[in-house]
């Protein structure tokens, strides 16, 4: 069966240039489409299978920024490439920051044309594998979800993903950094190499030293043998730093040696080997502030920070805690098999989304664990909850979460908490409140009447 050749949509105003490219791609082996009209082009691209549109910037009518506009909303992975007069490279610039793949500065030859269109085929194709493949590449506990937050950080991954280029991913504890770095990796050239990670914060700075670069023979008392380090484990693929905002300064410098040079010294060896692979880091740090504060090199973070991903906090997208809450439980039940659990009550269900989720996805996949394990029944009850995710949440939860509280609830919440710091003595609360003792039971009673009916 003969293979489809790929389609290019081709739109310039200017006739003659876009018939000429578009013959030009035709004996190139494309299935070209040349048009001069931009409306035109967007009646081909909603009536027809484009792979990949170039379009012109400057055109009467639609102009190519609306053009680009149109094809994302219409095939949100279809590659765009732009093309502009020298004068309008600001134009380009702002066509990169709305989706497009790479911008080519008239008068080009049709080899560079060629050449940037097999790119962006090219990353598209690891794009749509990404997307079709990323649930099946990794176990039940892995990424799921369909909000808005988390779509926008894995299309930036996959935009990423076919580059060769440093990542830093940013984001709380328990967000799934470390999935995220897998999912980069899996999704890259790379793939078929090995993937590492280390902790940064997990091993002292003299052992963090020989993990990472390795040691040779009597490089200290203890090293009998030679030991390749993980930065050589993971030569051809990736490696992660997880927790890189607690490397020490001094590794940090031999960290930015390695960056700069693609070459690594084991301890206590005398020549420098030479090392291909991706580093992706990962912090709940931030970076910027510790390297204002002089415990994080700049010029470290500068060629760590080429792309930043910042992964959502569990709250900030909550409308996914139904899916991963199924994952989860399906997971568990398969670790257990004897548990009686099969789904979660609706009661239950509503607190899982109402909780602020300090400890992120990884609080959830405990709390979920636990209460298959440990319950007794098929459904799981508000009862059933850790104490931690059942309890009504603080004040500071609710704000954190942009909950909008009620002044009088603010007030029966705030008389409450200062009722415990006065040891149960309401005169004495009351006086420092402000208010009469009266006032005081009276918000009191609101409060606990509020709390039964819940």
Sequence with gaps: MTERRPRILLVDDKREMAEML?????????????????????????????????????????????????????????????????GAIESAIESIR????????????????????????????????????LRARFS????????????????LLGRVAPSDVPVLLLGETGTGKSLF???????????????????????????????????????????????????????????????????????????????????????????????????????????????????????????????????PALRQRSEDIPELTARFLAAARGRHTQSPVESISAPAMARLLEHSWPGNVRELQHAIERVVLLSTQASVELADLPLSVRAPESMLESLMRGKVIPADEVAQRYAAWALEQFGGHRGQTAAALGITPKTLAAWLRERDATATET
């Design 181 to 311: 770095a897998r999912a980069l990796h899996a999704a890259s050239p790379r793939a078929s190499g090995p993937f590492v990670a280390v902790n940064c914060a997990s091993l002292p700075e003299n052992l963090l030293e020989s993990e990472l670069f390795g040691h040779v023979r009597g490089a200290f008392t203890g090293a009998t043998t030679d030991r390749r380090g993980l930065f050589e484990e993971a030569d051809g693929g990736t490696l992660l730093l997880d927790e890189i905002g607690e490397m020490p300064l001094a590794l940090q410098a031999k960290m930015l040696h390695v960056l700069e040079s693609g070459t690594l010294r084991p301890v206590g060896a005398s020549r420098e080997r030479k090392i291909d692979l991706r580093i992706v880091a990962a912090t709940h740090r931030n970076l910027r502030e510790r390297a204002r504060e002089g415990t994080f090199r700049e010029d470290l973070l500068f060629r760590l920070d080429v792309v930043s991903i910042e992964i």
């Design 140 to 155: 039940p506990e892995g990424i799921a979800g369909k909000s808005r937050a988390l779509r926008a950080a894995l299309e």
């Design 22 to 86: 578009g013959d030009g791609l035709t004996d190139r082996g494309f299935d070209a489409i040349a048009q001069s009209s931009s409306t035109q082009a967007l009646r081909t691209l909603e009536e027809e299978q484009i792979d990949l549109l170039v379009t012109d910037l400057r055109m009467p009518g639609l102009d190519g920024l609306q053009l680009l506009a149109a094809s994302r909303k219409l095939a949100p992975e279809r590659p765009v490439i732009v093309m502009t007069a020298f």
């Design 98 to 133: 709305q989706g497009a793949s790479h911008y080519l500065t008239k008068p080009f030859k049709l080899d560079e044309l060629v050449v940037f269109i097999e790119r962006s085929l090219d990353e598209a194709r690891v794009r749509r594998a990404l997307k079709s493949n």
